[in-house]
């Protein structure tokens, strides 16, 4: 079995109620509680989008479904590998822009070492963490979206040519925006809410 992603966001004041390391513990907490209805048999499932919980904490944070994933972390992997065939093709505004939103997510970044938690906010992430940014590290994030989307229009043809993939995940153009496209989403509504975005494996 591969692995996982859940991506949540939460409300930063809510999690600073406890010291930075235990502030992910938390939200991971609150999740995985039963009065959230998130774990009931007979909870719907939600192919895309946000999913809202009940219970105590249910006002603090939010699960957001990525379609055509599974929950699979793969998605987001090879979305990464597929920036790296065609990375080196773009224009330097797109080329920056998308390279400061995926090693700000997922991406290992074009030397490897690309750090994806907000460690003043979060202290050091624990086992399962994969992704933890503060408010601010989301609106630089959702900046470099910004920046980013008028442009992936220009990708298409080197995209086609040098990082699709036929029957791979992500292995075309259309995938590949379309999962930047709900990472925009998720940005966006953590923004909007001031609030933090996690990304947690189990």
Known sequence: MGLDITVLIADPSWLARVPPRERLPRLRDAWYADETGLWDHDAPVVEGGWVWPQGSDGAFFAVYEFLHTLGSFKAHFWAGQRWERVRDHQDPLLRDALDTLLSGLFWDGPDGEAQHTDTAFFGEAGHGV??????????????????????LGRMREPFSERAAVPDGWVGDFDAFTDLLTQWGHVLTEAVRRGWCVVGLSE
């Open 130 to 151: 994969l992704l933890a940014r503060s408010p601010e590290g989301v609106r630089e994030l959702a900046s470099a979206w910004g920046r980013a989307l008028p442009h």
